[in-house]
């Protein structure tokens, strides 16, 4: 676990979330790939989490003693930003890892979506074989005991950047049942799906899902019953109010793209009344003169922060049932792991035992033993192998048990 480290910027981190624009915008998993590729610090493995809300690499050195040299290394290669980021080795990156997959360490406590962006991440790592066995076992640990930490997480708390997004617009608009005009999502990934899916459960009606390109959303928008829509048929006004004469109330945004796609002058020709924008991308899909047009309320992440903020107590309250199955889950992912890497030990261990005992058996059979009748020799070697199996069992309880004592005390040093 000493080998074990984090390098991370998030928004638990700054004030104000447009901070980490430089590495949204800079960073991505083949520039990581290209960086760690280079470094003179050999690396077993490494992951690329990169949310609209933190950026992290988490990795895997060969040799713990270079943790901070390997450190320093990708700082000088990553891009400047305006803080300092963090930098997690040995066993609290478990604890950290726990926290962000449980959704105890999100915006919004509890959220659903971490997970899935971090097995995806993972999946990448995995896809391009930059991960080694070791550590797709230990996330697979941390799936699986976050899902118990997820049970101590209150239901009435929101649990995603999706769901606090779409309540917001909710209450902007007074509901959604009452409107009859189009609710328009941009976007193809996991949050923009889920805005659509929040809309329809909460009373609207009539949503258009945009995506640069309308094929990659069309079997979700058809078993939505929602209508799809190409970003240039979204923009081209013409097209659009001939196909589509109603007004447009609301656009939830939640792209990937670099620049702003909602410009002041696209905003100010749509056939509207009063229009509340919710922009949950990273870095921002709205240009920042939106905000001048009359009878337009744009709604950003730093504003979704902020509320949360002011909710900060509720949330740590909230969240002290769930830290305290932590080091409970906890120790099964450390048991995991060394389980895991004490089995190549047991492997050799038994194998030299079993060479050792078939000789002994042998000999005793060509000597003191020679007397003894074929069955009788077999009875015997199949007692043998019977109490070989036995104490390859012992064996692995006692090396587990030293591994674990060694991390124990090495924890305490």
Request: glycine share 4%.
């Amino acid at each position: 676990m000493n080998r074990l480290g984090v390098i991370k910027v998030s928004h638990e981190m700054m004030d104000n979330i447009e901070l980490l624009t430089p590495w949204k915008e800079s960073l991505d998993f083949e520039k990581v790939k290209e960086i760690i590729a280079k470094s003179p610090y050999k690396i077993d493995g490494f992951v690329f989490l990169s949310t609209c809300n933190r950026v992290e690499i988490i990795y895997k050195i060969h040799n713990s003693v270079e943790h901070l040299r390997f450190y320093e290394y990708m700082l000088g290669k990553l891009p400047s930003i305006a803080i300092h980021p963090e930098h997690i080795t040995g066993r609290p990156v478990i604890t950290h890892l726990l926290k962000l997959c449980s959704g105890l360490e999100s915006m919004v406590l509890g959220e659903t979506e971490i997970r899935y962006q971090v097995k995806e991440a993972l999946k990448k790592s995995i896809e391009e074989n930059v991960i080694d066995s070791s550590l797709n076992q230990l996330f697979q640990s941390i799936f699986r005991e976050c899902k118990e930490i997820r049970k101590y997480i209150p239901s009435n708390i929101p649990l995603s950047i999706s769901s606090l997004g779409v309540r917001n617009l909710e209450q902007q608009l007074g509901g959604f049942a009452s409107h009859d005009e189009y609710f328009v999502v941009i976007g193809s990934g996991p949050i923009s799906k889920a805005c659509v899916e929040y809309i329809k459960k909460w009373g609207g009606n009539d949503v258009l899902w945009v995506n640069r390109t309308k094929e990659k959303i069309l079997n979700d928008a058809n078993q939505l019953n929602v209508i799809a829509l190409s970003l240039s048929e979204f923009f081209d006004k013409d097209y659009f109010e001939n196909h589509y004469p109603k007004k447009v109330c609301s656009i939830i945004t939640a792209t990937s793209s670099t620049e702003p796609i909602l410009k002041k002058d696209f905003v100010e020709s749509l056939n509207k009344n009063k229009l509340v924008i919710v922009d949950l991308a990273m870095p921002s899909d709205v240009e920042e003169s939106v905000k001048e047009i009359e009878n337009v309320e744009v709604i950003n992440l730093q504003t979704i922060k902020e509320q949360l903020e002011r909710n900060k107590k509720r949330r740590e309250e909230a969240g002290k049932l769930a830290l305290n199955v932590l080091e409970e889950s906890l120790y099964k992912v450390e048991t995991d792991w060394i389980r895991y890497i004490s089995t190549p030990v047991l492997k050799e261990i038994q194998e030299k035992i079993h060479l050792h005992s078939r000789k002994r058996l042998e000999n005793l059979f060509e000597g003191h033993l020679k007397h003894l009748s074929n069955r009788d020799k077999r009875i015997l070697y199949d007692w043998a192998i019977k109490f070989h199996r036995e104490m390859n069992r012992i064996h692995r309880v006692g090396i587990e048990k030293i591994l674990h004592y060694y991390y124990k005390e090495s924890r305490k040093v």
